[in-house]
């Protein structure tokens, strides 16, 4: 994220070295209710972020040993080339809350939600799009972009909400059996 920020007044070379791979999950810093930050639709980097924000504490994890903490955003894990960490495939090292870090398949995590309709059952939709910074793994279907949802790094109801291990908290949308 800060490198998507920073792309506009410093070179590509400056900005890579000081940047990570890693991501922390937005509701590290951003509060589980709207209004909150959400997904800049049409850029996998770029957050909206509305209302106020800044540090939150551990004891605000109601699963700790079953919500990401930090992941990486790419996945160097799934075969011979590098994935962006939303595909479904993607196996992502994950750094979970409790302490403890873990490889895992995107897909074996729950789909996660969009904050702005939390009753919705949708999960947060955007675009891939590695032609913005230039340097990350190919979109899958070989086109500049791709949609992916969130996983993760969306998880439904915040720093209360399950990402692995457990069916997503009841934020008001329909239960499925």
Do not use: C
Not at 10 to 19: A, P
Not at 79 to 91: H, I, N, T, V
Not at 110 to 116: D, H, K, Q, R
């Amino acid at each position: 994220m800060l490198t998507a920020l920073l792309i506009g007044r410093y070179s590509r070379s400056e900005t890579v070295s000081y940047s990570s791979t890693y991501q922390v999950v937005p509701y590290a810093w951003a509060p589980d209710k709207s209004p909150t930050v959400t997904q800049y639709p049409n850029d996998h980097n770029l957050f909206w972020v509305a209302g106020k924000w800044g540090p939150r504490g551990y004891w605000e994890v109601s699963y700790p040993s079953q919500k990401v903490a930090y992941f990486e955003f790419y996945s160097r894990h799934s075969g011979r080339k590098a994935l962006f960490y939303a595909y479904p495939d993607a196996k992502v090292p994950l750094a979970i809350f409790d302490g403890s870090v873990r490889t895992m398949r995107t897909d074996r995590t729950n789909p996660g939600y969009n904050p702005g309709t939390p009753a919705s059952p949708s999960p947060t939709f955007f675009y891939y799009d590695p032609s913005i910074l230039g340097f990350e793994p190919p979109t899958r279907n070989g086109a500049q972009a791709e949609a992916v949802i969130g996983w993760y790094r969306w998880t439904r109801g915040g720093l209360k909400g399950i990402d692995f291990g457990g069916r997503e908290i009841n934020t008001g949308q329909p239960i499925v059996p």
